[in-house]
């Protein structure tokens, strides 16, 4: 009998030496330790041996138990210290991923994308005009004549040479300068003036709308104007105009108030308190400034969003329709204005710094 003892103990020490990892481990500990393991037959045959050897038979035995528990446990804490290998994919699948940063529009675009909507509705088509304009079209047509401090060059951005990269040197023929040519502000008051500019207002695509369209007419056109202004929170050198034109047989000032307060109540909601003021323009009579009651920094004030009136009968007059006959109201509003009213945004410059930690809000 104790020679089985000593076979077991020899066998299981050598299978012991064998084992590389977890699962062979628990294969040696099922084979002689577990509850159908070796140890435990070994344990079964007690009932055979001669009384006067059971206990030293029983001793042995339980040495040996212990032996082998003890150099199982000292295995199993090696062979957990070495970092087990991976052995599945590297990448864990369940972990939540970044979410993917899809981009946007520009919150002044999405604006637009408003203002075209919400006129849409009411009946007005959408117009555009160039960035770079006439003296004529910026100002001789809307009746702003040669002395106004609004033609003054320190007021705008006139152009030396307006399509410099479109014209190729030497070529006078295609150039575009056949449109006007190079030139500063220029003494004359007519369609031939020559000045080019970047347009201080969108009131230009009034002019180019009608020279080009028979009354009736009913659109808003919407796009960038420059003025050099002094960057602050309410003033940039560049932003943006909402310009709407309705030229009709009997069009009022009720026309012009109605479609106004219709719009202000549609795109900010019917709660949204608005006022016209009488104002002057050189392109209506009358005119009016139109202010929407907003809060800037906790102080809640009437903010000008724009100016509007009658259409002069001297603009009509310039493109060519007769102003016995026809009507008509404008209007021009600041798009970065009722974008700051709509969003709650405190500062113009915010626009266009580009952080996209402010852009992707909106
Ligand atoms: N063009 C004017 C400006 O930039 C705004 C304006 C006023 C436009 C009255 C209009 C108008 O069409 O009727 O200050």
Redesign the pocket.
């Known amino acids: 009998m104790p020679a089985r003892i000593d076979q077991l103990q020899e066998q299981a020490q050598r299978d012991l030496a064998g084992v590389t990892n977890a699962d062979q481990l628990e294969q040696f500990r099922l084979k002689y330790l577990g509850g159908k393991g070796a140890l435990k037959d070994l344990m079964a045959l007690l009932k055979d041996v001669p009384p006067d050897q059971k206990p030293a038979f029983g001793q042995r035995a339980n040495a040996l138990r212990a032996t082998l528990q003890a150099a199982f446990d000292e295995r199993k804490s090696s062979l957990g210290a070495a970092p087990a290998k991976p052995t599945g994919p590297r990448i864990d699948v369940t972990e939540p991923g970044l979410p993917p940063t899809i981009g946007r529009s520009h919150v002044i675009s999405q604006t637009i994308e408003d203002l075209i909507e919400v006129f849409g509705r009411m009946g007005f088509d959408v117009a555009t005009g160039p960035e770079i304009e006439d003296e004529f079209h910026n100002f001789v047509a809307l009746n702003i004549p040669e002395s106004h401090p609004a033609r003054d060059p320190l007021d705008n951005f006139y152009l030396e040479n307006p399509y410099a990269s479109a014209a190729k040197p030497g070529d006078e023929s295609s150039s575009p300068r056949g449109l006007g040519g190079p030139g500063g502000p220029s003494a004359s008051n007519t369609k031939k003036s020559t000045a080019h500019m970047l347009r ?4 230009t695509i ?1 002019i180019r709308v009608m020279e080009k369209t028979k009354p009736p007419v009913r659109v808003v056109a919407m796009g960038r ?1 420059y003025r050099p202004d002094e960057h602050d929170a309410t003033h940039f050198s560049m932003f943006h ?1 909402v ?3 309705y030229v009709d047989r009997n069009v009022s000032m009720a026309d012009l108030k109605t479609t106004l307060l219709q719009f202000v109540h549609a795109y900010f909601g019917p709660d949204a308190e608005v006022r016209l003021r009488p104002s002057f ?1 050189p ?2 009579e009358p ?1 009016a400034e139109m202010d929407v009651k907003m809060t800037i920094r906790g102080v809640t004030k009437w903010v000008e969003i ?4 009658m259409v002069d009968p001297a603009v009509f007059q310039a493109v060519g329709y007769d102003p016995e006959e026809w009507t008509g109201f ?3 509003l600041g798009i970065e204005r009722l974008a700051m009213r709509k969003y709650g945004i405190t500062d113009i410059r915010w626009l266009f710094e580009n952080d996209v930690r402010f852009l992707r809000q909106f």
């Open positions: 201080s207002q969108t009131s009034q104007v105009q310009e709407g034109l323009f392109f209506t005119s724009g100016g509007c009136g404008a209007f021009g």
